[in-house]
């Protein structure tokens, strides 16, 4: 069985400030802990086609709004798409990424702060404690 390779790289670069944006310090959310990786980061991980490969990071913020994490796929040939993440408890989070044809593959991961997420929580801790 002829199983060809697949490689993913992870799009990270350092990311520099405006002022405006330092400004606004307690609204940033880290990125870190990223894996797989090899060697830092220095070199592309490898795989098969028709292996699954599971990405996760630690998403870290200030407060305690909810978050959402996803993994952007960029295939060969330039088709992307989106895989959410599933978070595991204790800023970790999760996402399969099903490699299907051979070739780079280009990850880059987000997270943003979830409002609606938030105020459910909120909503059934009130309900939770009958301060409705």
Known sequence: MDRSAAILQSDVSPTVLSAPERASLSSRIVICGVEPEVDGGRYPVKATVGDTVEIACDVLTDGHDQLGAA???AAPGGRRHVIPMTGLGNDR?????P???TGDHHLAIAAWRDPVA????HAEKRVKAGAD
């Open 71 to 73: 993994v952007t796929v």
């Open 93 to 97: 989070w999760r996402a399969q990424v």
């Open 99 to 101: 490699l299907t044809e």
């Open 118 to 121: 938030t105020w459910i929580e």
